[in-house]
């Protein structure tokens, strides 16, 4: 189901949650609604509309529940339309009016708007029908509620969107591919001479086969106190998509900094299974400035102290020259 919508404007952030088996929720002072999937042969508690192995030329008859929960009537707008990972790792769909172009098109609803009552609930139905040259693999799309509204303090319009994600994969070869690139690097020292730097660490993780794919990640530093992080489960990441990721490690550094990403990813659904590791190497400038400034500041106060006890040896030193300026035989 989806998550909370954030309200922005002009258009609303759409995320979809993929474990949560109960209603997805909006609410905004007396306005208020949930979706979730209806039970029916297709199911009953299901956290989205999943749909494993389907042959092409298949259809699919499915229906998704609307209820008012707040105190104001409620005129909503219901479309489907093509999922995707976004860059920052939350799946959202593409706004109305956005033309899809994968299983976004393979969904026809029932109705294109619904009004209910304080209370009042509808089920919309809907079908799925799978092209018949469709690619084998993994596809996903989103049944949307939407609530658009003018902001009274402004012109722009606010609008709030709610859904339940269409997980369907199609039968045939599975290719699961991942690719990371777009590696880089800096680091960051610390005020505090005696602390570790922080290295920030950026990439980019692009699913480049035909299923779903998550993972776990670790970032590596070398050198005589190198460090290697937990494992971090990602995101997951749908076919096509990209995303974003930045990471912040502990590094001491006297100089220079080398490590690597090191990326375990598993395929996600029926038949999931890991994948070969990738791996992407980086390097960097890493000068602890606050440590090299204590450093500076050591050299310099024992420099000026030996300097001053020369000074100070000298002054104390017997005369032992002689009257007419020539030094006394030994």
Do not use: C, K
């Not at 769909?93 to 994968?102: I, K």
């Not at 190497?281 to 204590?294: D, H, I, N, Q």
């Amino acid at each position: 189901m989806f998550r909370r919508p954030l309200t922005f404007a002009l258009l609303g952030s759409l995320l979809l949650a993929i474990v949560a088996p109960a209603p997805a929720t909006a609410a905004d002072g007396g306005v208020a609604w949930s979706v979730q999937t209806a039970d029916n042969a297709q199911g009953a508690g299901r956290a989205n509309f999943t749909y494993d192995v389907v042959e092409p030329g298949s259809v699919i008859s499915d229906a998704m529940t609307v209820v008012n929960t707040g105190t104001e009537p409620l005129p909503l707008a219901v479309y489907a339309a093509d999922a995707f990972t976004a860059s920052t790792g939350e799946i959202d769909v593409l706004v109305d009016g956005q033309p899809s172009q994968g299983a976004g098109t393979w969904v026809s609803v029932a109705t294109t708007s619904l009004s209910l009552a304080p209370g009042e609930s509808a089920e919309v139905p809907f079908t799925v029908t799978v092209p018949a040259d469709a690619r084998p693999g993994d596809h996903a799309a989103g049944i949307v509620t939407s609530l658009t509204s003018t902001d009274a303090s402004s012109t722009l319009s606010v609008d709030r969107r709610l859904g339940t994600r269409i997980n369907l994969r199609v039968a045939g070869e599975l290719v699961p591919a991942v690719a990371l690139s777009a590696v880089s690097t800096r680091y960051e020292a610390s005020w505090n001479p005696f602390d570790s730097g922080r290295l920030v660490v950026e990439y980019a993780l692009a699913n480049t086969g035909n299923t779903r794919l998550t993972g776990a990640e670790t970032v590596a530093t070398a050198g005589p106190v190198g460090t290697r992080t937990p494992p971090v489960q990602l995101t997951e990441v749908l076919p096509g998509s990209t995303v974003e990721i930045a990471r912040e490690v502990p590094a001491f550094s006297l100089g220079w900094v080398s490590g690597s990403v090191d990326i375990a990813p598993e395929s996600v659904g029926l038949g999931a299974a890991p994948l070969a590791p990738v791996t992407a190497e980086f390097s960097v400038a890493a000068v602890p400035w606050s440590l090299y400034a204590l450093l500076a500041v050591i050299l310099a106060t024992v420099l000026v102290a030996v300097l001053l006890v020369r000074r100070r040896l000298r002054a104390t030193a017997p005369d032992t020259t002689v009257p007419g300026g020539e030094a006394a035989a030994s």
